[in-house]
């Protein structure tokens, strides 16, 4: 049985994708879920309650933000202990990003 195409599920999982972010790593940075919760909820045996889904749709724009905001740079979601420091001086206005690629010629 496939997940809705609009489901909370569906969304997150197309987010992660789109980020390259493993549940593993999503669930470590939220904090509050598993990755074996997250693996049940993406498989259908079990949805996420709509509070979760929320918190986790959010982090992940959150994500995507921060992604964005330092292209064409990478960034590793491997290395959760410096994306948690990111987001929390980003979450606290005291991130600024100054990427300076030089002049095109």
């Known amino acids: 049985m496939g997940l809705a195409a609009y489901s909370h599920e569906n969304r ?5 994708q789109n980020l390259q972010i493993t549940a593993d790593h999503l669930a470590t940075l ?6 074996s919760r997250l693996s049940a909820a993406f498989r259908g045996v079990k949805d996420l309650d709509v509070p979760t889904a929320e918190r986790l ?3 992940l724009t959150e994500l995507s ?7 064409p740079v990478p960034i590793h979601w491997r290395n959760v202990a410096a994306i948690k420091t990111l987001l929390q001086a980003k979450r606290a206005h005291r991130l600024e990003i ?8």
Do not use: C, E, F, R
């Open 65 to 71: 933000d921060l992604a964005n905001s330092v292209h």
């Open 12 to 16: 997150i999982l197309g987010t992660m």
């Open 30 to 35: 939220d904090g509050n879920i598993s990755p």
């Open 57 to 59: 749709l959010q982090l």
């Open 98 to 105: 100054k990427i300076d690629l030089g002049s095109a010629a």
